[in-house]
């Protein structure tokens, strides 16, 4: 599972601005989204969709010119689906200094060609390698 863990780097500048001149909540759960399929892509390494998103915890806001980045990883596996957290760190870009800011977690499915649940891991995946 440490091999799906996914970065994304963002800036926040004034056109994904709330009236509070901070992160608009919905463009947080856009970009957490599209994370959550990246680490979960990477993982099985087949298309995925999100499902669901858990309580996600709004800590921080993320004020204008700041630094975002996200960190997605896989942290439970099933048969076809698996639960991807997100979280984002805000970081001023003239200071060395980073916050917690917003957590959350997101269920993503496999799917095959007709857009149909599928095995997140084949069975051979874990299968040792014998001796000659």
């Known amino acids: 599972m440490d091999m799906s863990e996914s970065r994304v780097i963002k800036a926040v500048f004034p056109a994904i601005l709330n009236n509070h001149n901070t992160l608009f909540g919905g463009e947080a759960l856009a970009w957490m989204d599209e994370t959550a ?3 979960a892509t990477r993982f099985c390494r087949k298309p995925t969709v999100t499902v669901s998103s858990d309580k996600i915890d709004f800590k921080k806001p993320i004020p204008a010119g700041t630094m975002a980045e996200l960190i997605a990883r896989v942290i439970y596996v099933g048969n076809t689906s698996m639960k991807v957290e997100v979280n984002i760190y805000v970081e001023d870009m003239n200071q060395d200094h980073r916050e ?8 993503m499915v496999a799917v095959d060609k007709d857009r149909k649940p599928t095995k997140v891991l084949t069975d051979n995946l874990f299968e ?4 000659n």
């Open 37 to 39: 399929f990246i680490a």
């Open 100 to 107: 917690h800011a917003i957590r959350g977690v997101f269920t």
């Open 128 to 131: 040792l390698p014998t001796l």
